[in-house]
């Protein structure tokens, strides 16, 4: 099975040896891939909608690998029963829906080992909500792929501490294993707004409120730029 770089880095995450939940599976792709390489000796391939599922179980049908992969047709993590898997992945949806899977997922995430959580938006409201209920992230990753930037991360459970803002929004540098590719994202990111705000003041908008939170995502990137180019320089990240 052949992934796409962005659910190849997400399948390199998970811990060779464990049951693998995956959490809005769509086609199966990652259970596939990482059971025809023997990493993990089974999974659940989950999602709410039934047409994804109907997908998957073609695709896992093709490859004959229906005794290792179930689907099952459930809303986040609700039909997942306590000790069924050690890996939780969810992946490609909001920050916010992702928050919701996890709050409701109280009844089986004691069991779980590890989560891979791979947030479309709203990042730092993900990260917020693992500080918060005893996970604590212990890897950052951020993929380039097709222009576009997915940063993703591994929670397990121990100790947490409070986190910056501006690590809610972007991750502990330290933690990051592609510090170049997060380093040109962020360098984006500062462009944009920069330039945003040029556009603002050319107009002669008034708009307080508005400018004075791209003028915070501004300074929040700037910030995690600059740490972590202080990394960079100390060679403190992980590789």
Known sequence: ???????????SLVAGGNRLADVGTDHGYIPIALIEEGRIPGAIAMDVNQ??????EAHIREFGLSTYIETRRSDGLAGLAPGEADTVL???MGGRLTVRILEEGGHCLGAVKELIL??????????KWLLCHGFRIDLEDVVEEDGKY?????????????????????????????????????RKKIAGYGKLLETLSAKKLKDAGCIREIEQELGRAEEALKGLEQNMESKEFRV
């Open 90 to 92: 969810i992946a490609g």
């Open 1 to 11: 099975m052949k992934l796409s770089k962005r659910m190849q880095r997400l399948a």
């Open 118 to 127: 791979q947030p479309q938006s709203d990042v730092h409201e993900v990260r």
């Open 150 to 186: 997915y940063p993703m991360f591994r929670a397990v459970k121990g100790p947490t501490e409070e986190w910056p803002e501006t690590e809610l929004f972007y991750g502990k540098s330290g933690l990051q294993q592609s510090p170049e590719v997060l380093r040109t994202f962020l």
């Open 51 to 56: 047409g994804p599922l109907l997908r998957a």
